[in-house]
């Protein structure tokens, strides 16, 4: 099988869905010509296999790229459009919070907006903390978006040819960081439904809920756990909403504990939904209170130290799994 | 306008001193393990930072952007500090904090620095409201790029601005490049300047690579804002010589479009001008290049002896 990284999986799935459909186009700053000239980058050669109508380069403006997505959407287009880095979501916002995920509801279910929103996302890179912010709780607050947030490059590619077939917005975010990990992608056209969480390792002793770009480090401190024989389930969410209620219950159910796991700052991060969910629906299973492992509720720091302090790693998922075992 | 020897000088030093500070974070960036996050240098616009520093006060105030460096060595920051926060120690001005992109030196007036594209300008329309409010003789200066101009928050900055005649000076660095794309290919208006019109205020393009240029430019549209005259929009126009950041190569800059635009290096230019008019000796030309040269590797020497902030401290500073 082939291995790619994350934005090369969406790279393969954007050329697939722009092959298949001809409504399909994409925008954003640098998304033709960029200032990075690297295949490991999501829209590397878009512009050379689909030419200038296809593969818009914008100047730096999110309000009218969001704009853009939203009435070339009602058009009946399928705009995909990129935000640079997350925080700059803020600038997009507007069209995004305020007409894409409401404009459709305001029609009385007449109109509808099938755009995605590529955003660009995580920490760890040294730039601070006006390029790294995980939003992802916000876009998850709006009725009418679906967030959608992949932890592995196979997920991405199947995910994004179905956000692109949604004909809802959907808000896809990518953490930079597996974009330089490489992971075995399916070669044929395949679709990951969206709204279903998978279960990326089985275990009978404790649940962690996580996405995106702490699924590694799930993956690596259930594999510490194990030498002891504690068996940890993990739940790739995949996506944050619709959110896969049942999927998080069932493993509750199974293992009496939970832990959410999240990069995202933790007051009023997405952890805190899922524990409501838990704690609304699935009390009588838990053997232990449950527990949140989350980037601390301050800005993304810069300096190595700091922001290593910031994102939350193996050993601190392995203390709180201590604390309720 | 007649500029002083003095000012042409300074500036003539402040462009020397920052032409060293990026040539060496050109290789320290490069060499692993130093430096973290992105690197973006001004190597090439020094004339807008000193031309416009030099013709402010100590209490004017500027708000700048993610290609900071020119603009804060020129309005008088410590290189030290300067360095030491580029290389993420706790000795540097914000504590590791920020890093090269969003340095904050409030001790020099020079209290925040946006890297999101236009963060700049509403900021400083705030700034000089505060100075309009408080009767204060003193003006906010808002550096940002030709590409900030094509995001709303300039519009509605300017707009504010010139409504309220508020003391503010919008001076917009027009280096050919917003990222890959050269400026025709994300505007269709002529010159940056010519926006001015729509929001009731003069533009003023200016000769970018030319510090004494930009002075006299800015000298003028201070006063003007000290009187009461409101805003100008200033557009230097100067270029990018090297990636929009450390690891872009390039590939879309005409190779011999940065051949001729190294021909007009502001600061050979000033430099030049000053040796031949008799300002300046050529050996005191080369005292300040190695003076400068000094001050740089005492700054890297600074910063590299400097420990790392320690983990916890990610967790001060956040609320007042
Ligand atoms: C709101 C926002 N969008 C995108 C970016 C990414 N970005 C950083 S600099 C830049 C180009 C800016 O060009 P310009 O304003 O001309 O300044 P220059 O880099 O040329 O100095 C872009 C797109 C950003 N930092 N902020």
């Known amino acids: ?325 | 306008m007649e500029v002083s020897e003095k000012k042409k000088k300074e500036m003539l030093w402040t462009m020397i001193l920052s032409r060293k500070f990026s040539d060496s974070l050109v290789v320290l960036c490069k060499t692993e393990g130093k430096i973290p996050g992105m690197m973006i240098l001004s190597t090439g616009q020094e004339a807008v930072g000193s031309g416009v520093c030099a013709a402010l006060e100590f209490d004017d105030v500027i708000i700048t952007n993610h290609r900071s460096h020119h603009h804060l060595l020129a309005k008088g920051a410590d290189p030290e500090k300067i360095m030491a926060e580029i290389y993420c120690k706790q000795t540097g001005c914000n504590k590791g904090k920020s890093g090269t992109l969003h340095l904050a030196v409030p001790e020099i007036n020079a209290p925040c620095t946006s890297t999101v594209v236009g963060g700049s300008l509403p900021i400083a329309v705030g700034r000089a409201f505060a100075q309009q409010y408080r009767k204060e003789t003193a003006v906010t200066v808002c550096f940002f790029g030709d590409g900030a101009a094509d995001e709303g928050s300039f519009h509605e900055a300017l707009n504010l601005a010139s409504l309220w005649q508020l003391p503010v000076v919008f001076v917009c660095e027009n280096n050919v490049y917003a990222g890959a794309q050269r400026y025709d290919a994300h505007t269709r208006v002529k010159d940056v300047a010519e926006r001015a019109k729509s929001y009731g205020m003069p533009g003023v393009i200016v000769d970018g690579n030319h510090a004494p240029a930009v002075y006299a430019a800015t000298l003028k549209a201070r006063q003007r804002a000290l009187d009461g005259g409101g805003p100008t929009l200033m557009e230097c126009k100067t270029y990018r010589l090297r990636g929009h950041g450390e690891s872009d190569p390039q590939h879309y800059q005409p190779k011999d479009e940065i051949k001729a635009w190294q021909g007009k290096n502001p600061i050979s230019r000033l430099g030049k001008e000053l040796v031949e008019s008799g300002v300046i000796t050529a050996a005191e030309l080369q005292e300040m290049e190695s003076k400068a040269k000094d001050i740089v590797a005492e700054a890297v020497r600074f910063a590299e002896e400097s420990p790392f902030p320690e983990a916890r401290d990610a967790l001060e500073d956040l609320y007042a």
């Open chain 1, 1 to 325: 099988m082939q291995k790619l990284g994350l934005g090369q999986a969406v790279n393969q799935a954007l050329r697939e869905e722009m092959h298949r459909d001809p409504n399909v186009f994409i925008a954003g700053e640098g998304v033709g010509v960029g200032i990075h000239d690297n295949p490991v980058f999501p829209t590397f050669g878009l512009l050379e296999a689909f030419g200038p109508e296809r593969v818009k380069d914008t100047p730096v403006s999110e309000a009218a790229i969001a704009g853009l997505a939203v009435g070339a959407a009602e058009a009946g287009l399928r705009p995909v459009i990129e935000i640079m880095f997350n925080p700059f979501f803020t600038l997009a916002s507007d069209m995004i919070v305020n007409h894409a995920a409401k404009l459709r509801y305001l029609s009385g279910g007449k109109s509808s907006f099938p755009l995605v929103v590529r955003i660009k996302s995580g920490a760890g890179f040294g730039a601070g903390c006006q390029h790294s912010h995980n939003l992802e709780a916000w876009a998850a607050h709006c009725p009418g978006l679906k967030v959608v947030m992949p932890a592995t490059s196979a997920d991405a590619k199947g995910l994004l040819k179905s956000a692109i077939r949604d004909d809802n917005p959907v808000i896809f975010i990518e953490h930079m960081g597996l974009y330089f990990a490489e992971m075995p992608v399916p070669e044929d056209d395949y679709l990951i439904p969206l709204g279903k969480a998978e279960i990326k390792r089985p275990g009978k002793d404790l649940t962690v809920v996580t996405w995106s770009g702490m699924l590694g480090v799930a993956m690596k401190a259930a594999e510490k756990l194990s030498q002891e024989n504690i068996e940890t389930e993990i739940v790739d969410l995949r996506t944050l909403t619709p959110l896969d209620k049942d999927t998080i219950l069932a493993s509750v159910k199974k293992t009496g504990r939970l832990i959410v796991l999240h990069e995202a700052t933790r007051t009023g991060g997405f952890g805190g939904e899922i524990a409501a969910v838990v704690m609304e629906q699935g009390f009588k299973y838990l053997k232990a209170p449950l527990r949140r492992v989350t980037g601390p509720d301050i800005p993304v720091p810069a300096s190595p130290p700091l922001e290593k302090f910031f994102i939350p790693d193996e050993d601190n998922l392995i203390q709180a799994a201590r604390e309720i075992l």
